[in-house]
């Protein structure tokens, strides 16, 4: 998929083809421990890349190592608390806890739905909205067209690269993305356009 998606953007005539070009190709590892990948996308939000995965860390080492549905369940809330967790992040992982192991959201099988499902599964779970279900579906599970137009990155991604003299819209960038044939790889667009910031 990942040489597909660079050969496809890589031949469009626009600032995004050229950037792709430059850039190279981009790929990523999928997530093999779902429930674990978005305990640690609760405990990031908000926070720097650091401080999240400090709290991240003693989140894991309160569970032996092993971050899994069965492991955090018998973890105090104190517990949790002192590794830095929020009230708010802690509701929310007790939560996810809850919807998994009572509710019916099967992480092992999520991956056989489509993109708009598995959003609308997630964000059932408190704390966790549009964006973070989007994240989990490029990083967890390598969705290909994934446009995370309500990112910021994304969108000064899109402002720097087209010079735009103000950040665009979530709408304006969904146009942009449609307009400039980014689908089916939307999601490798968006790689390109947070790497893009970094340089």
């Known amino acids: 998929m990942w040489a597909d998606a660079h050969d496809y953007l890589s031949a469009l005539s626009s600032p995004l083809g050229s950037l792709v070009t430059d850039q190279g190709l981009l790929e990523l590892e999928g997530s093999t421990n779902h ?94 909205g549009v964006w973070t279900a989007q994240m989990f579906l490029i990083f967890a599970l390598n969705r290909p067209d994934v446009l995370a137009a309500g990112d910021l990155g994304i969108q000064n991604g899109v402002a720097r690269l087209f010079g735009l003299g103000t950040r665009p819209s979530p709408l304006e960038v969904s146009s942009v993305a449609k307009d400039g044939r980014w689908h089916p790889y939307a999601t490798v667009a968006c790689l390109h356009l947070w790497r893009s910031l970094s340089s």
């Open 35 to 128: 429930f674990a990948h978005l305990v640690r996308a609760i405990v990031g939000q908000q926070l720097s890349t650091t401080a999240a995965a400090t709290i991240g860390g003693r989140v894991l080492e309160a569970v032996g190592g092993n971050l899994s549905v069965s492991t955090i369940s018998v973890v105090p809330d104190e517990t949790l608390r002192g590794c830095g967790l929020s009230t708010a992040k802690l509701r929310s992982v007790r939560d996810l806890v809850q919807k998994v192991r009572d509710d019916g959201l099967d992480l092992e099988t999520i991956d056989q739905f489509s993109d708009e499902e598995i959003v609308n599964r997630l964000v059932k779970v408190r704390g966790i």
